[in-house]
C-alpha cells in the first residue's frame, strides 16, 4: 500500500507555511541546523509588495498567510512539526523537515535560466 500523502491531515495553510519553512530551513541567510537534526529558523521575511524572496525562490504574499497566522504555529507545533519559538523564529524538528507537503513547485517560484 503507498504511504498515505498529507498523513496528517494538515489543512492547506498550514502545508503553505510549512512548504515556506522548509525552503527557509535550507536558506543560510534564515536557518542554522541544530545537534539534533532540526533546524532554526530565523529572521522570518517580510512581503515587499505582493511577493518576498527566499533563496533564488519568490513567495507571493498571498501564499505566505499562515506565516502571522497563530493558529498555524500551534497546530504545527501539536503535529510535532516546529517547536516556535517566536518572535524570534522557529525551529523545525526533523519530521517537520521531512513532510512532503507537494506544494513546493505550485508556491515556490524559480527562476529558469
Not at 504545527?76 to 526533523?94: N, Q, S
Amino acid at each position: 500500500m503507498a504511504p498515505k500523502k498529507n498523513p496528517l491531515s494538515l489543512n492547506p495553510l498550514q502545508l503553505k507555511t510549512l512548504t515556506l519553512m522548509q525552503e527557509l530551513a535550507r536558506s543560510p541567510d534564515h536557518a542554522a541546523p541544530l545537534a539534533d537534526g532540526s533546524v532554526r529558523v530565523m529572521a522570518l521575511p517580510h512581503p515587499h509588495g505582493d511577493h518576498f524572496h527566499v533563496g533564488a525562490a519568490v513567495v507571493l504574499a498571498r501564499d505566505a498567510t499562515g506565516l502571522g497566522n497563530p493558529a498555524v504555529w500551534t497546530a504545527l507545533e501539536r503535529k510535532g512539526l516546529i517547536k516556535p519559538e517566536l518572535p524570534d523564529g522557529v525551529v523545525l524538528t526533523p519530521e517537520g523537515l521531512a513532510y512532503d507537503t507537494g506544494l513546493a513547485d505550485q508556491i515556490l517560484h524559480r527562476g529558469h535560466h
